[in-house]
């Protein structure tokens, strides 16, 4: 495969933008950059239409950029001499993508707006039109954002949370970037749309405990399908399994009645429900009511960006 060209920088202010006021507001660009979120819109769905699965993969990227030290656009960052970026850590490697499509938005608004817009700003609009995209909702984006010079590989395997942990791990991660018990319930409901490797879910079917037992609470079928799909050892590393089988292109609230009948793919998703407590009664209110998700999806992914970049 040939290389590709070297992106848009990402690091590129002028004086006037620099001395603006740091805080983030949703018109940041109105006067200086009308056409942005038309120019991020087009390139998104464009994206789309080419890969379905790509909606998934830019609200995955938007994810993890913001856990780790907040959403500044390091994830992008290719390693140098200096530091060891983001990209190879552990929850990301052969994991996120769609670095290209943002590359593409990028080079389309540094026509039309030189030096201007972040690329941090340009993720989490695209991540917001992914899902806007695949039938979610929709939210206001901050913006005015400013790139990181640097990345951490550390920071990112400390902080990105893990696919296998339980309640009481994950609510410690969200809380350490400033989100609520509420919003990692919610923000989990992202995994109705995209597709995890094998590897980040075949503990769950093989050896869940230590003692070489499938999860006992995964539906007897589902695990089935998934020992077929993943045999133990997996001889193919690329296979992909859907978050959500029933309809894994589409944003609604469908994973959530998946967490219901034991066909939470990743065991960060299936002890939501397993876990007796407050997540369960999300889960339970979400299955009923995807306007009640829809609203409070809204309002987490406002939360997850300003409660990072405080």
């Known amino acids: 495969m040939a ?35 038309d120019i991020v819109q087009a390139g998104v769905e464009k994206a789309v239409e080419n890969e379905t699965r790509m909606a998934a993969s830019l609200l995955r990227l938007h994810f993890h950029d913001c856990f780790v030290n907040g959403c500044d656009g390091s994830v992008l960052l290719d390693d140098t001499p200096t530091f ?33 817009v972040s690329c941090a700003d340009i993720i989490a609009i695209a991540a917001r039109d992914s899902v806007v995209l695949a039938g979610g909702p929709s939210w206001e984006v901050l913006l005015g954002r400013r790139d990181s010079l640097t990345a951490s590989q550390a920071a990112a395997n400390a902080s ?36 995890a490797h094998c590897f980040t879910f075949t503990q769950r079917l093989y050896n869940q405990s230590g003692n070489f037992q499938a999860d006992p609470s995964m539906d007897s079928q589902f695990l089935l399908a998934l020992k077929q799909l993943c045999p133990q050892g997996n001889p193919n590393p690329n296979t992909l399994a859907s978050l959500d089988l029933s309809d894994p292109t589409v944003f609604n609230n469908h994973y959530f009645d998946n967490l219901m009948r034991g066909e939470g793919l990743l065991n960060s998703d299936q002890v939501l429900f397993t876990t007796t407590g407050i ?17 409070n999806f809204a309002i987490s992914m406002e939360r997850s960006v300003e409660t990072a970049e405080s």
């Open 3 to 37: 290389p590709r060209s070297p992106p848009p920088p990402c690091f590129h202010y002028d004086q006037q933008q620099q001395q603006q006021q740091e805080l983030l507001v949703p018109g940041f660009y109105h006067s200086t950059c009308p056409q942005l979120q």
């Open 84 to 116: 060891t970026g983001e990209k190879n850590a552990v929850p990301n490697k052969n994991s996120i993508r769609g670095f290209e499509v943002i590359d593409q938005i990028k080079a389309r608004v540094e026509s039309e707006c030189p030096g201007l």
């Open 160 to 195: 990105i949370p893990s696919p296998a942990l339980d309640v009481p791990a994950l609510t410690k991660s969200f809380q350490n970037v400033g989100l609520t018990l509420q919003d990692m319930i919610t923000l989990s409901g992202s995994h109705t749309i995209g597709q």
């Open 279 to 295: 997540t369960q009664e999300f889960v339970e209110l979400f299955s009923k009511d995807q306007h009640a998700f829809f609203a």
